[in-house]
């Protein structure tokens, strides 16, 4: 079945152009010119993703995002943005924004940043929890410790059950956004190992966007607040003009 698209921007020709191309690209679109109405749809009719423009009148799309992370919806988010400051982009990551395309973009770039983010969420909800038998189930002052057993990624510290799609340093818990997930899980898997840009954009994204994209370095960034501790060795590290690698120094 087609998916769905919830598209929100406030200029009419953008979003009559982009509404268009989507649908001839296959997309189910609902276009709506403001963050009121997005919310609105958002709620009524649960889209498969959305296309949200940042800077809306009334409701923008970064607090259209913070109100659907806040009720828990999940729902992969695409920001399209004229803002190009890493602390504008960092921003809309912090709203739970999963991507964003930076205004003027080209449709095909689009396409394909939605095709990464709907594959990305088809296999994270590919998997189905077992239901617990009440006598297995952990008490709940457990439900934040790391798991152990089988089936756990670790490395220089970090734990991560992909199953679930938790992670830790230690004994504390990540709060992850979906492509932060990932990308730590890739970096896990190839512990002490150099990822150049161009693989870690084709397995997170895939779509390399070229050597002027400053996408990844957002997210490493991103990445790297929430698993740095004070006192504590640096885990992601930086290859000047290859790439990242994960080790503890």
């Known amino acids: 079945m087609p998916q769905n698209v919830l598209l929100a921007e406030d200029d009419r ?12 690209e296959g997309y189910e679109v609902t276009a709506v010119a403001d963050g009121v109405e997005a919310l609105a749809q958002a709620h009524r009719n649960r889209p498969d993703v959305l296309v949200l423009d940042v800077m809306m009148p009334g409701i923008d ?4 995002c913070r109100v659907l992370r806040a009720e828990g919806d999940r729902t992969p988010i695409l920001m399209l943005t004229a803002l190009v400051e890493t602390a504008d982009r960092i921003a809309g990551l912090d709203a739970g924004a999963d991507d964003y395309v930076v205004k003027p973009f ?9 095709r990464a983010l709907l594959r990305r969420t088809g296999e994270a909800d590919s998997y189905v929890r077992p239901p617990q038998s009440p006598s297995s189930a952990a008490p709940a002052a457990a439900a934040a410790s790391p798991p152990d057993g089988g089936g756990l990624l670790t490395a220089a510290g970090l ?5 679930a799609r938790r992670a830790w340093r230690g004994a504390r818990e ?11 899980e890739l ?3 190839n512990a002490g190992i150099v990822l150049d840009h161009a693989t870690i954009y084709d397995r997170i994204w895939g779509y390399d966007f070229g050597p002027g994209s400053k996408n990844l370095a957002v997210y490493v960034g991103y990445l790297r607040r929430k698993l740095d501790e004070p006192g504590a060795p640096a885990l992601i590290h930086t290859v000047r003009g290859v790439g990242y690698a994960l080790r503890e120094d």
């Open 13 to 24: 020709a953008i979003r009559h152009a982009l509404e268009r191309a989507l649908t001839l």
């Open 61 to 64: 799309g970064l607090q259209v």
């Open 106 to 114: 080209d449709v095909e770039e689009v396409f394909a940043r939605l």
């Open 159 to 163: 734990r991560m059950d992909v199953q």
């Open 174 to 184: 990540l709060e992850l956004t979906r492509t932060e997930f990932d990308l730590l």
């Open 187 to 189: 970096l896990v898997r």
